[in-house]
């Protein structure tokens, strides 16, 4: 008997000296085997969140505004913010009252009113979402990232203030499905999906902003960020739409085969500050296919707050020159330079034999370009797109009363005249030049 006594007293002994188990050993209600386990002892290691008290720590428990923005504050570091009173619910020393004015100065999180903030209300899923979307753009983390919510059933529910936001976050990783064919945007988000996404966000912040990929109506693309890279700066964004040889290729071997990236990141950065949007095409019906797809994915882009809507530039390479062609004409109002090289109009090839029926398309392309300034370039002896294409495209802008296109002819040169262009820092200059007018 004296054995037993004394073996069980030295494992209680043994089991006390050994730590307690990550998230299930530091709360009543949180099991090691919970999937939110490791979230919760993230979030809790690192002072984001904590418990609600008798060693609890309600992770169905909902969340509420005030709770979400001083997690952020302290995310930033709990920096001092001189209370205000801003709103009248949310009088002097509440433990919340600091960080909702922080939040309001940052634009993080805004008050439901002027004078209103509702500490208490409880914020769904799509609500956590767009907090974290707005923090990311304050931090400079970037928030170009797209998913296509296609895959789940109940997209439609998303609100449309939420859309951007809630593609943002799923193509960051931060948010997941409730089921695999579920988002439930309007469902309240729990204490242990926040600690999800808290942990998250540190992961996807770590790697930020260099590039980020995603997607638009099932085509991905890449954004790429200048070195240096500021929270509260708008930066030009250059459009580049490659040619035939990266079709197909997949979005990380296009960043890493394709010449263009190559030659532009040797460029100055404090002279030629572009944000880089890039799609890359997986069949060959070219650009123009997919008018309406990449109208959409740079309205989208360009509209994120760090982008300069007024400095949104096209370049594209043969079958992307004609891309660009094409997007200038169809959507004159974007851009504010296009640099076409070696790529047909549109899709009207216009020729130095043509029919009335051409000669017209061709006129009528022309009369949509009037007012983009475009710099063409095209090889003298290019065999794949003859360089009358160019030729005649350019004079018939000309004809049409543009005053600010201009075609670059390289003389004795193929079809493989770009990486004269990409590396040109002449070019990036020109573009910049020009602006839109903003309303």
């Given at each position: ?5 004394s ?14 188990a ?5 709360f009543?209600d949180v099991s090691?085997?919970?999937w939110?386990?490791?979230y ?5 290691g690192?002072g984001?969140?904590?418990?609600v008290g008798?060693g609890?720590f309600?992770?169905?428990g ?8 001083t997690?952020?504050w302290?995310?930033?570091g ?18 919340y ?5 922080w ?11 002027a ?13 956590l979402?767009?907090?974290f979307?707005r ?19 109940d997209k439609?529910?998303v ?20 089921t ?6 309007g469902?309240?988000a729990t204490r ?7 942990q ?8 930020a ?5 995603g997607?638009?109506?099932g ?10 890279f500021?929270a509260?700066?708008k ?17 990380d071997?296009?960043l890493?085969?394709n010449s263009?990236f190559t030659?532009i ?11 880089t949007?890039t799609p890359?095409l ?7 296919s ?15 707050p760090?982008?300069?809507?007024s400095r949104v530039y096209l370049?594209?390479?043969s079958?992307g020159?004609e891309?660009t062609w094409f ?8 851009f504010?330079?296009?640099v076409p090289i ?13 029919t009335?029926?051409r000669a ?5 392309l ?7 300034p ?6 003298t ?29 390289f ?5 493989g ?14 573009m ?5 007018p903003?309303?």
């Amino acid at each position: 008997m004296k054995k037993v006594v004394s073996l069980l007293i030295v494992l209680v002994m043994i089991s006390a000296a050994i730590p307690a188990a990550a998230g299930g050993g530091s709360f009543r209600d949180v099991s090691p085997l919970d999937w939110s386990c490791e979230y919760i002892d993230y979030a809790v290691g690192h002072g984001y969140l904590k418990g609600v008290g008798g060693g609890y720590f309600d992770p169905q428990g909902t969340t509420t505004r005030a709770m979400v923005v001083t997690v952020l504050w302290r995310m930033e570091g709990s920096p001092d913010t001189a209370y205000r009173a801003d709103f009248g619910d949310v009088p002097a020393n509440e433990w919340y009252s600091v960080p909702v004015i922080w939040a309001k100065d940052a634009g993080v999180v805004l008050g439901v009113s002027a004078t209103s903030f509702d500490p208490d209300g409880v914020i769904t899923r799509e609500q956590l979402a767009t907090m974290f979307y707005r923090y990311s753009g304050f931090k400079a983390y970037g928030v170009t990232g797209r998913a296509d919510l296609d895959g789940f059933k109940d997209k439609k529910s998303v609100s449309d203030w939420a859309k951007t936001a809630l593609s943002w976050a799923v193509c960051s990783g931060l948010v997941k499905g409730v089921t695999e064919t579920t988002v439930e945007p309007g469902s309240n988000a729990t204490r242990e999906q926040l600690a999800a996404i808290l942990q998250r966000f540190d992961s996807y912040r770590e790697k930020a902003p260099t590039v980020i990929k995603g997607e638009t109506k099932g085509m991905p693309y890449a954004v790429l960020y200048p070195d240096g890279f500021k929270a509260g700066e708008k930066y030009p964004l250059l459009v580049f739409l490659h040619g035939s040889g990266s079709v197909g290729a997949g979005i990380d071997e296009y960043l890493t085969s394709n010449s263009f990236f190559t030659e532009i990141a040797k460029l100055d950065v404090s002279e030629y500050p572009f944000i880089t949007l890039t799609p890359n095409l997986d069949d060959m019906s070219g650009w123009i296919s997919y008018y309406k797809t990449l109208i959409s994915m740079i309205t989208d882009i360009a509209s994120t707050p760090e982008v300069d809507e007024s400095r949104v530039y096209l370049m594209g390479t043969s079958l992307g020159g004609e891309g660009t062609w094409f997007l200038a004409s169809r959507s004159p109002e974007t851009f504010a330079a296009a640099v076409p090289i070696c790529g047909g109009g549109g899709n009207e090839k216009i020729g130095e034999n043509d029919t009335p029926e051409r000669a017209a398309k061709l006129k009528q392309l022309a009369s949509r370009l009037v007012d983009v300034p475009i710099w063409a370039f095209h090889g003298t002896e290019d065999k794949a797109v003859p360089f009358y294409y160019s030729v005649n495209i350019v004079n018939a802008i000309k004809e049409a009363g543009g005053t600010d296109a201009k075609l670059t002819p390289f003389e004795g040169v193929g079809h493989g005249n770009w990486d004269q262009v990409y590396s040109d820092p002449e070019v990036y200059a020109w573009m910049l030049l020009h602006s839109k007018p903003q309303g």
